[in-house]
């Protein structure tokens, strides 16, 4: 039977209250409110990405506009210029043919001029698409920035806490170093289940670990006990400190 002078059992309090403030430590750590905004800031980003994959599917067709019209425009040009070649070449010289071809040449230009305007118009519509564009940059810019300060936020915050958990790790081992081990494999198995209290006092017939008054019956055996008796609370299994 393990023994536990009333001496270890309260280091074992001490621990206790420790490896309180460690999990608290712990807990801080991954609650840490920069982790929170990194995310939203990931969150940004990825609604920014939606965003800007609208405007620039808006800006390719766009741009698809404007090459179809410029390629018109240059196959315009290549028969004008044949057309051109074939009134200064001399090949035709009836006046009728030489009537139909220049008119033949007014109509090309006129359609030249028509889809230069519509090359116009289209490059006029991609001004404010290219302005959305830069406007999404700007933002991704900003939201770099911000991941940026996060990061650097975070680190250090992390750095702070790691070095008050190292601290108190250290206290805590020197505490823990005047206490049996076969005591403390037994507050740890406790402690190791979710919601159960490791080590409580006993004031009167209450025990701190879960509050409840212990039967009479229970209260007086423990008094009857040996002070070295390692002796758990009936209702939460808590070691005892009596
Ligand atoms: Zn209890």
Redo the contacts with the bound molecule.
Sequence with gaps: MTAANPEELKRLLLVQDQDRGLDALAHQRSTLPQREDLQAVEQRRVELGVVEAEIAGRRHELERDQRRLEDEVALIEDRIKTEDGKLYGGEVSGVKELQALQDEIAGLKARQTLVEDQIISVMEAAEPVDAELAQVAQQRAELDQQEIALTAALAEAEVAIDAEAGELQQLRNDTAAGINQELLKIYQAIRDQPGR?GV?RLVGST?H????ELPAVEVDRLRKLPTDTLVH?E????ILVR
């Design positions: 209290i409580a025990c670990g879960c509050h409840l609370c209702e939460c299994g808590a």
